[in-house]
């Protein structure tokens, strides 16, 4: 049996699910800030109702490993404490009946994604011996099967994204689930699956490391019987190989059954905890209003950025790192709607943080990076690659292999732009191998794109096809970046205008049409628009052509520095130019 966290929500447990979780943190952190001054209750209260609305209308992806994610880029390892939530209740009937399983039939077997330690009370419970395998340093200690063999005396727990006693062992952030599973551990998974019956509750498949794992051996086992609450996604059932049966059900009355079945256990229904509250109350509330501030910057909540980078910027509790750090967050809001306030932002935060550069590498390799990458957006080449050398100098010295992937893959990009495309492949190609080794999908997606793009440029349509297929595809799986994945539908379709697929391509670009409304991204839009307009017109639709050659026109000249990319004016005046011709009588 492989339960997820779907088991540890029904009382006494009564655990909150990813997403309740994720929200509670959000919130809370809000509200240390409140608290402490640095932000008006109102307004905090107003961002956050936004917030959830965003969600609910897809405007902002708030996908619980990625809110982790970048919520762990400044608290660190003390978010995790937050999590002792998961903790405060008592072991639930799932647990009970999940615990005397274990101890009564000997080849029963058992792993689980949850943090939590409901199971190991409900075992301890009933008098049973056993043993939690939660780390890698711990699957690797086992030198054979045996430790977890069935009818063993000792019964094996496999906690297979951690557990709450184990900090370095979880895997909740998106960093931490985007690494593929240990090759030690996905051996004792095969080991548990081969030739085996297999039922998996309370689990949603949503992971980037384990869900792969259980397709790629669900070949080797003898079934799997998926219980899904609600309508299974047919991402699922695409992606899993054989002899799957997913049942549409509530797993509380698959347990309750067993129980009736077999054990007859009693059970209460009480709980209330706040352990997430008691947690907030002991942080800095300007690392809680910062944390909040790179969280908007990245799920595209820019007024939950810039109001929460404004506070520390502000605040008099906030050091000259810090204030640098926010104005950076702030240049990163500003970059497509004001990019001339965003470069301010920048140089800003490289004056605070210049007299400790050297302490502070790879936070001025950061700055250095960013504003090489906005000097690109302006058309300023030389200077934009004289700052991402520099970046990219500070980023070894720091040895920060991310920001080495960022600064290569923009050097591509520019070389492109500047004529140089078969030179920019092996820029890219190294930005990917950087981003590889720190298991970085949203700079490993932008990559693939942006190799597409140099395969493009020369004329190699077939290998930019691939190249685009393949980062869309990570982009729609597991990096949850709207705007990029409007990016990424866009470019599918212009590859699919070149090679004369119009009907697949307007396919394509009407979903980054949709998307992209979703976003700030105006150039995306613009872009789309002309692109539509060419296939329509491929098409010898005149009506439906010249209406988007209308709202593309009209987009771009909103625009800043639209007409400052010299490819994108050629490749527009093109566009007029093929209408020209269509438009004269023959």
């Known amino acids: ?70 919520l762990h880029v400044q608290l660190g390892d003390q978010l995790f404490d937050s999590f002792s939530c998961l903790d405060d209740g008592s072991p639930n009937l799932n647990h009970l009946v999940i615990a005397a399983l274990l101890q009564s039939f000997s080849d029963f077997s058992f792993a689980t994604t949850n943090f939590d330690r409901y199971l190991e009370r409900a075992l301890a419970f009933l008098g049973a011996q056993f043993r939690v395998y939660a780390s890698v340093k711990q699957y690797k200690q086992s030198e054979s099967y045996s430790h977890y063999e069935m009818g063993s005396r000792e019964i094996a727990v496999l906690k297979l994204h951690g557990t709450l006693t184990q900090k370095e062992s979880l895997r909740a952030t998106l960093r931490g689930v985007s690494q593929p599973i240990h090759a030690s551990l996905r051996e004792v998974i095969l080991a548990l699956l081969k030739k085996r019956n297999v039922f998996i509750l309370g689990y949603s498949g949503n992971d ?10 669900s070949n080797r086992v003898e079934s799997i019987y998926w219980i899904y609450h609600g309508s299974c996604p047919s991402r699922l059932k695409e992606k899993m190989k054989s002899n799957v049966v997913f049942v549409q059900g509530d797993l509380n009355d698959f347990f309750d059954l067993v129980n009736r079945s077999l054990f007859q256990f009693a059970y209460e229904n009480s709980i209330s905890k706040r352990s997430v509250q008691r947690w907030s109350d002991k942080l800095d509330p300007v690392a809680a209003a910062y944390s909040l501030g790179i969280l908007g910057a990245f799920i595209g909540s820019f007024p939950l950025a810039s109001t929460m980078s404004n506070a520390v910027i502000k605040s008099r509790r906030s050091s000259r790192v810090l204030r640098a750090r926010a104005q950076n967050i702030l240049g990163i809001c500003l970059k497509r709607k004001a990019p001339v306030r965003s470069m301010r932002c920048y140089r800003a935060a490289l004056r605070l943080i210049a007299p400790v550069k050297r302490q502070q590498a790879a936070l001025y390799g950061n700055l250095l990076g960013n504003l090489g990458s906005l000097y690109y957006e302006f058309g300023t080449y030389e200077k934009a690659l004289e700052c991402l050398r520099e970046s990219s100098q500070w980023a070894t010295k720091a040895k920060n292999n991310t920001l080495l992937a960022q600064n290569n893959d923009d050097i591509g990009n520019i070389l492109r732009s500047k004529g140089l495309a078969s030179q920019s492949i092996s820029y890219h190609r190294k930005a990917l191998m950087f981003a590889k080794k720190v298991g970085d999908l949203s700079i490993m997606a932008r990559t693939l794109n942006n190799l597409g793009e140099a395969y493009r440029y020369i004329g190699r349509l077939d290998r930019a096809l691939t190249y685009f297929r393949r980062s869309v595809d990570i982009k729609e799986n597991e990096t949850a970046d709207i705007p990029a994945l409007a990016r990424g539908y866009m470019n599918l379709g212009e590859i699919l205008i070149l090679k004369g697929q119009q009907i697949e391509a307007l396919d394509w670009l009407e979903k980054s049409l949709r998307m992209s409304g979703k976003t700030f991204d105006e150039v995306t839009k613009a872009r789309v628009c002309y692109d539509m307009a060419i296939s329509y017109l491929q098409l010898k639709n005149l009506e439906l052509a010249r209406s988007f050659l209308m709202r593309g026109k009209k987009l771009s000249t909103s625009i800043p520095h639209w007409d400052r990319d010299p490819h994108r004016i050629a490749w527009v005046n093109s566009i007029n130019k093929t209408f020209d011709l269509a438009s004269r009588p023959r």
Request: charged content about 20%; proline content about 5%; glycine content about 8%.
């Open 208 to 217: 980037y490391d384990l869900f792969p794992t259980i397709a790629g051996l």
């Open 1 to 70: 049996m492989i339960c997820g966290a779907g088991i540890s929500k029904s009382q006494p447990a009564g655990a909150p699910d990813w997403n309740q979780l994720k929200l509670d943190i959000v919130s809370t952190l809000a509200t240390r800030a409140v608290r402490a001054g640095l932000v008006d209750r109102r307004k905090a209260s107003s961002l956050l109702r936004a917030l959830v609305i965003s969600q609910k209308r897809g405007k902002v992806t708030l996908k619980p490993e990625l809110v982790l994610h970048w």
